[in-house]
């Protein structure tokens, strides 16, 4: 069966416990993906990441960048991250997200996999200045990759696939029981961005 064939349906929530993650389906035609995914490739400042993790120096294949409505900063892995001011396009296109999603969100983590060979290893979006219960809304542009959830405590896994135009929104306790995942896969040689929207709280630190 070719998955691809079949345009992902709405969900009010893919998890069966422990977190909500909504899947809102592709809120953008394949044509309007393809040309945000070309501008953002062009025109968002990428850069590897990198930082120390267990004293030992990293910098990832995956290419970032962070934007925001202030040039926040924290600390993660040995390193001060800094957000960059908005680049307008992608403002625009929070404003549609908030939008759709019914809230507000003050920046913007971007990731780019040139292809299947690069992907995000298990984690939780749990940093403080987050705050408890995190809405991030996952925009995702390019090839379709498979991403996946992995309860802390339990055996229970949730595995989607991320198609170019789907949202996603992670929301209440998601990040405190569940981690998650882009899963690598040789044979995607297309590139892909995820754009994570995202509230900063700057009281926190
Ligand atoms: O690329 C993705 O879909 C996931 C990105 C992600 O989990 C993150 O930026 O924290
Ligand atoms: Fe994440």
Redesign the pocket.
């Known amino acids: 069966m070719n998955l691809e064939l079949f345009a992902p349906e709405r969900c009010d929530n893919v998890l069966p416990y422990d977190g909500i993650v909504q899947d809102y389906g592709l809120v953008l035609s394949a044509e309007h993906s393809e040309r945000y995914l070309q501008y953002f490739l062009q025109h968002l400042a990428w850069q590897p990441d990198e930082g120390l993790l267990f004293g030992q120096y990293y910098r990832t294949q995956r290419q ?1 960048v962070w934007y925001g409505d202030e040039q926040y900063q924290y600390r993660y892995s040995g390193a001060v991250k800094q957000a960059l001011l908005w680049q307008p396009a992608l403002w625009r296109l929070k404003q549609q997200i908030e939008q759709w999603v019914g809230h507000p969100f003050n920046s913007c ?1 971007a ?1 780019l ?1 040139q292809d299947g060979t690069q ?2 290893g298990w ?1 939780s ?1 749990d940093e403080p200045n987050l705050g408890r219960h995190a809405v ?1 809304a ?1 925009l ?1 542009l390019g090839a379709t ?1 498979k ?1 996946c959830f992995q309860h802390k405590h339990r055996a229970n896994k949730v595995e989607l696939l ?1 198609h170019s135009g789907q949202l ?1 929104v992670m929301r209440g306790t998601t990040q405190h029981y569940w981690k ?3 899963m690598k896969s040789n044979r995607i040689i297309q590139p ?1 961005i ?1 754009l ?1 929207f995202r509230y900063f709280h700057t009281a926190i630190e």
């Open positions: 970032v983590l990731n996999y992907g995000l984690h979006d991030i996952s995702s990759r991403f991320l996603l998650h995942a882009l892909r995820n994570t």
